[in-house]
T-cell receptor, first 114, second 115 residues
Framework: NAGVTQTPKFQVLKTGQSMTLQCAQDMNHNSMYWYRQDPGMGLRLIYYSASEGTTDKGEVPNGYNVSRLNKREFSLRLESAAPSQTSVYFC?????????????FGPGTRLTVL | AQSVAQPEDQVNVAEGNPLTVKCTYSVSGNPYLFWYVQYPNRGLQFLLKYITGDNLVKGSYGFEAEFNKSQTSFHLKKPSALVSDSALYFCAVRDGKGNAGKSTFGDGTTLTVKP
């Protein structure tokens, strides 16, 4: 039982390049989330998916797209990376059928955009 | 709208002393409250939550938190701190009336426990 896994762990991009961050969970959770963590700003929600086939914008969705590929996988895409997107990205999942949304987090992806 | 505040960026305590990490919140409905811990270069880990019932909630690693509705607070506590408790702690809140998937996190408090 690996929990929530993320790939890659580290990535360096040049401005304007694109990339996709991958996330998978093996806990049969319905909901999945993408956050970014910046110093002194806590976690900010980028997008979330309440269930397979649905996605919704969070607090900071601009410059990102997501795909809920199936119940296990939720990817985050940067179409044209900008230095402001340098951050640590966390994927999380939760079982929203329990009604409380306790979230389980992946180890993170450290992204640097030059 | 919902919000959470962690008024202290940093908390320093000596090993063996009690510790408190503060959190206050604002929601329009009934609050669901969470504490998470983040160790260096790791993702967040769930510590404990308050949904309903007893105001004193016990969680992992000897931590507990007290829900105070009148003061809209949910402070994290531990009777005797360990050096290994040093980490970044996040409080989170969600409005219990729907709003699934949209927990709001505080900015985090760095706890340093000195030997």
């Amino acid at each position: 039982n690996a929990g929530v896994t993320q790939t890659p762990k580290f990535q360096v991009l040049k401005t304007g390049q694109s990339m996709t961050l991958q996330c998978a969970q093996d806990m049969n959770h319905n909901s999945m989330y993408w956050y970014r963590q910046d110093p002194g700003m806590g976690l900010r929600l980028i997008y979330y998916s309440a269930s397979e086939g649905t996605t919704d914008k969070g607090e900071v969705p601009n410059g990102y797209n997501v795909s809920r590929l199936n119940k296990r996988e939720f990817s985050l895409r940067l179409e044209s990376a900008a230095p402001s997107q340098t951050s640590v990205y966390f994927c999380a999942s939760s079982d929203n059928t329990e009604g409380t949304d306790t979230q389980y987090f992946g180890p993170g992806t450290r992204l640097t955009v030059l | 709208a919902q919000s959470v505040a962690q008024p202290e960026d940093q908390v320093n305590v000596a090993e063996g002393n009690p510790l408190t990490v503060k959190c206050t919140y604002s929601v329009s409905g009934n609050p669901y409250l969470f504490w998470y811990v983040q160790y260096p270069n790791r993702g967040l880990q769930f510590l404990l939550k308050y949904i309903t019932g007893d105001n004193l909630v016990k969680g992992s690693y000897g931590f507990e938190a007290e829900f105070n509705k009148s003061q809209t607070s949910f402070h994290l506590k531990k009777p005797s701190a360990l050096v290994s408790d040093s980490a970044l702690y996040f409080c989170a809140v969600r409005d219990g009336k729907g709003n699934a998937g949209k927990s709001t996190f505080g900015d985090g408090t760095t706890l340093t426990v000195k030997p």
